[in-house]
């Protein structure tokens, strides 16, 4: 079809050996940005598709592309199927003309009209070669609806017959793209099961199904279970469309498990009735004296003269409105991915609806876990649960934390105890707790009373205490934080009230924070430094010592182990002998530029704007020679753990890639032989060839297993390459 309008032109084809493919182009844990490659237009991610309903067009599909540049939209193949005139144009000229659209079209099955009315009438394969014969996009096999009052036994029947047709579903497609549905009703366990066995197949997309009438009782904690049970079994490569979510309270918190499609037939039917939607909740018109937001549909009238309009007009105003209202929240998630703040929008979104909050709550507490204060506030103790299920959602709670990156740049601003379990906060703390190692045998020192930088409070006075035995630590709201650790986010960038780094410390929880760091049987002294007037004086006065003389370097060296340690993975006593009689180039403020070892090399450049750390080549080079595992061969299982003391991954590389690598291009997606198990989104990692020689260095992009299944995108973002 040659689209007619010269407002927006027609969308770029993508190319066909990309038809298909989804590539991630930017991460926040597990949400993404991406991009989906198909035949009109690639389609940026995530993103949300409105309903047309082909028979009622509260908004012409021209009006989404022009006005509102919608990339996608989704229509019913099912409803054009049993309508004559819309089949036999449909057949005719091609879905994109019977809609008059030029973006992509993905269509449905009639699945869901099975679950409405009962049954419905069209075969398994005629609907799905039907889709293809009009042109469609993206198709939807007819999956077996799973409501959530049916039994175990009814839920498995429907999740195998879903796997039985697959194969049949994807051979009528013949070659167009396939929506792969995932049902399991709200049995995780089947879940699972519909999530690997469909993972095997050729689907272009996995949506999750049978969530509507969970979603309309309000029950979002059994869609947050059934979304990490599906997501987190389901291969990485491809988006994940949520059916029938188009709520836009529930965008955030559902973008930061990983989806990335969403459809919308609220807009529409809300507008029929009256209700508006609002990243809060819904809104009725009925008495509404203001707008709860300006949307452009709706400015320059008012509620009241909406009211007076005729019910087309009305409906037509208000699903305006409300798709505008959905299309901001989805662009605001997708600007929160980008500033790494996903998780605390889907935290401040949480507040806005009681279920919404629940859901929320058993998320970041479900169960206890190792690593985190068990929990501190009486409505967390509430939503807590415990039993059998426990093994299953605590290995999901971890997929999602160990895919997140830290340290990051920029602050993360205190809301509450919530801000404990961000899953970002809680992998820092979990590499700390696992890496960090103590060197002293001392009694601990536990500076609180201010906020971050401490440096300029306590630099000189650490310079002292560097060649006692004293182990000293800063009290921050996220947890004990290492002295030699002092720049590192989060802990350094809390941002929060004078009172919460006033408040007196709490000496059990300090003593189960050193607990996990290691130390035990020690004495603490607790040192207010809020007022900087006569501080040494008063420290050596509590630790009857005679003051100590500077050491800056020795400071600055045990800093630059601590980093070596805890971020590049190295062993402690290796990172010592690395470190030992280092010298160190300053920044104007005091910090650490770079630091060249003994024998005249520049090895490592701290990160001054999170307090992470950067290699160098001859950094990368001998951290390389130091390797004592083996080459990795394919792909591990990921764990879910650190493997401290081992050195920063590995990441093989084919021979085909080695030339460009070595030139400092990126390693692709398609061109990794193999991985240690190790890797983490955004940590540093050497590049070697299938030989284990080091072609490269840089930061890795993806977490193991989509290391394992992507074809697309940037695999590791090389830093330099090694010729
Ligand atoms: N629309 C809403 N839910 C579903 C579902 O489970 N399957 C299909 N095919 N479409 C849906």
């Not at 990160?607 to 595992?629: M, N, P, Q, V």
Request: hydrophobic letters at 35%; one cysteine or more.
């Amino acid at each position: 079809m040659k689209w007619k309008s010269d407002i927006r032109p027609e969308p770029e084809p993508c190319r066909e050996q990309d038809e298909g493919k989804f590539e991630i182009s930017y991460r926040d844990g597990q949400a993404r940005l991406g991009k989906l490659h198909t035949k009109h237009g690639i389609l940026q991610t995530p993103c949300l598709l409105p309903v047309i309903n082909p028979n009622i067009r509260t908004i012409e599909p021209n009006e989404m592309w022009n006005k509102y540049g919608i990339q996608a939209l989704i229509t019913n193949s099912y409803v054009i199927w049993k309508h004559d005139e819309l089949k036999e144009k449909a057949l005719a000229d091609g879905v994109h003309s019977l809609l008059d659209y030029p973006g992509v079209i993905m269509t449905d099955s009639g699945t869901f009209q099975s679950y409405v009315y009962g049954d419905v009438e069209v075969g398994v394969e005629d609907i799905v070669k039907f889709q293809n014969d009009i042109g469609v996009d993206i198709a939807t096999m007819l999956d077996v609806f799973t409501r959530p009052d049916m039994t175990f036994a009814e839920v498995e029947e429907a999740v195998d017959e879903t796997l039985n047709r697959a194969e049949k579903s994807l051979t009528a497609a013949n070659g167009t793209m396939l929506n792969g549905p995932i049902q399991g009703g709200i049995f995780p366990e089947l879940r699972v099961k519909s999530a690997k066995g469909m993972s095997e197949h050729a689907f272009s997309v996995h949506p999750i199904g049978g969530i509507v009438p969970i979603m309309e009782n309000h029950n979002y904690r059994d869609l947050v279970k059934i979304m990490l049970a599906s997501k987190s079994n389901l291969t990485p490569n491809r988006p994940v469309h949520m059916f029938g979510c188009g709520h836009p309270m529930l965008f955030p918190m559902l973008v930061a498990m990983g989806a990335d499609l969403f459809d919308s037939a609220a807009y529409a039917l809300f507008a029929r009735d009256g209700r508006l939607l609002t990243p809060w909740g819904t809104e009725r018109i009925t008495e509404m004296e203001e707008w709860p937001i300006l949307m452009p549909a709706v400015v320059g009238v008012t509620p009241a003269e909406v009211r007076s309009m005729s019910k087309d007009e009305r409906t037509e105003i208000l699903a305006k409105f409300n798709l505008e209202v959905t299309l901001q929240e989805m662009s605001r998630c997708r600007q929160a991915i980008r500033d790494g703040k996903i998780w605390q929008l889907a935290e401040m979104r949480s507040h806005q609806h009681p279920s919404l909050r629940q859901a929320f709550l058993w998320l970041i507490t479900n169960p206890a876990r190792s690593s985190m204060e068990p929990l501190i506030l009486d409505d967390v103790t509430a939503s807590k649960e415990t039993g059998s299920e426990k093994g299953a959602w605590e290995e999901n709670w971890d997929w999602l934390v160990y895919s997140q990156t830290s340290p990051r740049i920029g602050s993360e601003s205190w809301g509450g105890f919530d801000t404990y379990h961000r899953p970002q906060i809680e992998l820092a703390r979990r590499r700390l707790f696992s890496r960090w190692k103590s060197n002293k045998t001392g009694d601990v020192i536990l500076f609180h009373g201010a906020s971050a930088p401490w440096r300029e409070r306590i630099g000189y006075l650490t310079d002292k205490l560097v060649n006692t035995d004293y182990e000293l630590f800063v009290y921050t709201p996220v947890g004990l934080l290492p002295w030699g650790l002092e720049d590192l986010n989060p802990w350094a960038h809390i941002e929060g009230p004078d009172w919460l780094w006033k408040r007196r410390p709490d000496l059990s929880w300090a003593q189960r924070e050193l607990e996990r760091l290691g130390i035990t049987d020690r004495k603490i002294i607790t040192f207010d430094i809020s007022d900087t007037e006569n501080l040494h004086e008063k420290m050596f006065k509590k630790l009857s010592l005679d003051e100590p003389k500077r050491d800056q370097n020795k400071r600055l060296t045990e800093q630059m182990v601590q980093k070596l340690v805890v971020l590049l993975n190295v062993e402690n006593s290796t990172a010592q002998d690395i470190c030992d009689d280092a010298t160190f180039t300053m920044s104007r403020t005091e910090r650490i530029r770079n630091m060249t070892d003994k024998e005249g090399r520049h090895l490592f450049s701290p990160r001054l704007a999170e307090g992470g750390i950067s290699l160098t080549i001859d950094g990368a080079t001998l951290l390389h020679s130091l390797r004592k595992e083996k080459i990795p061969i394919g792909f591990p299982d990921e764990e879910f753990g650190f493997c401290p003391g081992k050195g920063p991954a590995w990441i093989v590389v084919n021979d085909d890639a080695v030339p460009y690598i070595k030139q400092g291009r990126n390693v692709m997606h398609g061109f990794v032989e193999g991985v240690d198990k190790w890797l983490r989104p955004n940590e540093n990692v050497l590049i070697v060839d299938t030989n284990g020689n080091l072609v490269g260095f840089g930061r890795s992009n993806s977490t193991v297993s989509e290391m394992a299944s992507s074809t697309k995108g940037i695999a590791v973002k090389t830093r330099e390459g090694i010729r």
